[in-house]
């Protein structure tokens, strides 16, 4: 049974491809989505989606298939150089620009999509990927991307750590804050590119956003998160094909690949939602943290407290699951 | 330029305790030249004129919203100084930054943030360490000194976020003392911390204080200027005074720093009503 679910489906070459794809961008969105998530960049990250579009459309109008790529990453590059010049100046209200940014990118993109015979079908493309149709070229990018952003990541992770912990301080250290912005930026809108022909540019903010956001809820640690990221990221990829295989060759039900390994996401959160107050108890205990009673260990539940919503959607699912969060309480 | 000493207080325990405050008067740590500081076109701060001299430890003193933080942000080079100038170590603020080390208010971090105590104080160490390396042991020993110095050794694998305001407020000292710095800038780091850790930090300081180092604290609590800091600057929105704590905080210069809400008791004594 368990052969047939996880396994079977994989035998077929096109299937193994999508999972070659979905392993590696669970691998390298898990991680940058950590910095993410620390840095609140959520909604960053989904403008970023909306302002690459007009360059996927661009690069497919001028070169087709392989256009796209080398568009979005140009869209991606001025992207990430304009938000990072919005946040140094104080007198643009960032969340405005970021909003004016997105959408007139985004209508932009339609605009010249509309002009082609087949809109429908490519905007549809465009927006929710094709993960069964990648080829080992497409996964060549994707890997050479993860590296890049890896060897980035790793070089820079005590800055980066600092800044999203204290920027005035890093400032006050001699750090250019705008500078590691700026890193951070591209690094988001490399993996955004990177992820557009496999889950679309709609679907790329659950990659980067849910499996941190879950880590977050399981660990106080950041090499720890990492780990839970990467993880959840790649069994998120695995079950969202697996279950997207079944149902459309077993049950006759159509599911669209790149959606369901979001959905399968979505189902790992909150299920870390549910399991993280146990985690974390069992994690402090295994520390040898002062027993319960004490002031110390009264002050640390209060601090804690509930999980902080991280973005919006963490926000949704905290309102739609209180007595998750009623038992982490309990839990402490 | 003098080497980067490892100990905050080698260059003045070399020049001797006799001749050592004639060795200081010539290298002030922060020269204030007619400095007027402005965020865009508005003035926060004008006129302020003045000498922390190395080695002592100064009181910036004055209301909520009269300039004390952006005083040392300008320090920092992290605020522009509209006119006149601001020397630090006989450098621009700026270029001065390496050896200058920043405690900022432990209320501004977010408590959520997954970083443990010890990761914390470690972070005062990355620029030393450079870009890529990890710290090695030597920072880790220098970071553990520090926090222990503060008093919270046994808190180093704790998250940030669980400890108390005063608590944090070490750590963050102590990730400053990890700089090594020569010059200390702490923004209110007297503000809703219970006795415990005000003792703490008291006793911290004033381990810093024998090492040499110039320590210019912002504070609205004037019997601490009177007790820990040998020198004052007043300020509100320009300054009332600097120099000597003893002569510069007057009854006359108070009044008219704080305005109403400064209440003679009898004499020379006045009390600053909480603004």
């Known amino acids: ?332 | 330029m003098r080497e980067p000493t490892v100990n905050p207080g080698a260059d003045a325990d070399a020049a001797g305790d006799v001749g050592g405050d004639a060795v200081r008067e010539h290298t002030p740590a922060v020269v204030f030249d007619r400095a007027s500081i402005a965020y865009g076109r508005v003035p926060v701060l004008e006129d302020v004129d003045g000498v922390v001299r190395a080695g002592h430890t100064v009181a910036l003193v004055g209301p909520n919203g009269g300039g004390k933080s952006t005083m040392i942000k300008a320090m920092l080079g992290l605020v522009p100084v509209v006119r006149g100038s601001i020397q630090v170590l006989g450098r621009t603020p700026v270029r001065a930054r390496r050896d200058v080390a920043y405690v900022p208010q432990a209320d501004t971090l977010d408590p959520e943030f997954p970083v443990s105590v010890g990761q914390v104080v470690l972070m005062g160490r990355y620029r030393r360490v450079g870009w890529v390396r990890r710290p090695g042991g030597a920072d880790r020993r220098i970071a553990a000194e520090a926090l222990a110095a503060v008093g919270l050794a046994h808190r180093v694998s704790d998250r940030f976020g669980t400890l108390s305001g005063g608590q944090r407020q070490r750590v963050l000292l102590a990730r400053a003392m990890t700089q090594q710095p020569k010059l200390l800038l702490l923004d209110e780091p007297f503000n809703g911390v219970d006795a415990v850790s005000q003792e703490a930090l008291l006793s911290a300081l004033a381990g810093l204080r024998a090492g040499g180092a110039t320590v210019v604290v912002s504070t609205h609590d004037l019997s601490l200027a009177h007790l820990a800091c040998d020198d004052v600057c007043l300020l509100n929105r320009h300054q009332f005074g600097f120099g000597p704590t003893g002569a510069t905080l007057t009854s006359e210069r108070l009044r008219a720093a704080y305005g109403g809400a400064a209440l003679e008791l009898r004499g020379d004594s006045v009390i600053v009503a909480h603004s």
Not at chain 1, 101 to 120: D, E, H, P
Not at chain 1, 234 to 253: F, I, P, Q, T
């Open chain 1, 1 to 332: 049974m368990l052969n047939r679910l996880f396994v079977e489906p994989f035998a077929l070459p096109f299937m193994q491809r999508a999972l070659v794809e979905m392993l590696l961008l669970g691998m390298l969105a898990g991680v940058v989505g950590v910095f993410v998530v620390l840095r609140r960049l959520a909604f960053l990250s989904d403008a970023l989606t909306h302002t690459i579009f007009p360059g996927v459309v661009i690069g497919y109008l001028v070169a087709q298939e392989p256009g796209v790529v080398p568009g979005a990453l140009v869209f991606a590059v001025l992207s990430a150089v304009l938000f990072t010049m919005f946040a140094a100046n104080r007198r643009v209200s960032q969340d405005a620009a970021l909003a004016i940014l997105l959408t007139s990118f985004f209508a932009l993109g339609v605009v010249l999509v509309s002009r082609q015979r087949s809109y429908t079908a490519d905007l549809t493309a465009f927006l929710f990927g094709h993960v069964l149709t990648v080829d080992s070229a497409e996964i060549t990018q994707t890997g050479a991307v993860a590296g890049a952003v890896a060897v980035a990541l790793f070089a820079l992770r005590k800055e980066l750590l600092l800044r999203a912990f204290d920027p005035q301080a890093a400032q006050a250290m001699g750090y250019r804050v705008e500078l590691l912005d700026l890193i951070l930026n591209l690094v988001i809108a490399l993996v955004v590119v990177a992820a557009v022909k496999a889950v679309g540019t709609l679907l790329v903010i659950a990659l980067l956003v849910v499996p941190a956001a879950a880590a977050r809820l399981l660990s106080d640690r950041l090499a720890v998160m990492t780990g839970v990221a990467v993880t959840l990221g790649m069994a998120g990829g695995w079950l969202g094909l697996a279950a997207s295989y079944e149902a459309s060759v077993h049950h006759g039900v159509r599911l669209a690949s790149g959606a369901t390994v979001v959905l399968a996401l979505v189902v790992l959160y909150v299920l870390a939602l549910g399991v993280g107050p146990f985690a974390r108890l069992l994690w402090s205990r295994a520390r040898g943290r002062l027993p319960p009673g004490t002031t110390e260990a009264a002050e640390t539940a209060e601090a804690a407290g509930a999980p902080a919503a991280v973005d919006a959607g963490e926000r949704l699912v905290a309102r739609l699951a209180p007595d998750v969060l009623k038992l982490e309480e309990h839990g402490r």
